[in-house]
């Protein structure tokens, strides 16, 4: 199973960044794909998770409002839109891909990609 997450790069505060986690390799049927981040010195959190049937969508309450989370069954891909950035969201973003059902307990990390959020 392979997940790669795009998108990431340096933004002025109040900018946008879309992020992408593309998954392959994988054959369950059903499964979260969830984003998380870690910022320096600080422990990883979950940012936002989506079932692959559009249901169960969660964002903290520090992005909520700012991050939309979507996704492309077809291509496997879940997506990341954050606008009005802060300095706070300044972090490492990962992509998991957790099996549900039959399936759970499978889960799967990508090697992250960076948000720097500084003027």
């Known amino acids: 199973v392979q997940l790669v997450e795009s998108g990431g790069g340096l933004v002025q505060p109040g900018g946008s960044l879309r992020l992408s986690c593309a998954a392959s390799g994988f054959t369950f049927s059903s499964y979260v794909m969830s984003w998380y981040r870690q910022a320096p010195g600080k422990e990883r959190e979950l940012v936002a998770a989506m079932t692959n049937t559009g249901g169960s969508t969660n964002f903290a309450d520090s992005m909520r409002g700012r991050f939309t989370i979507s996704r492309d069954n077809a291509k496997n891909t879940v997506y990341l839109q954050m606008n009005s950035l802060k300095p706070e969201d300044t972090a490492v973003y990962y992509c998991?891909?957790?099996?549900?059902?039959?399936?759970?307990?499978?889960?799967?990390w990508g090697k992250g990609t960076l948000v720097t959020v500084s003027s």
């Open positions: 998991n891909l957790q099996g549900l059902g039959p399936w759970y307990g499978m889960s799967y």
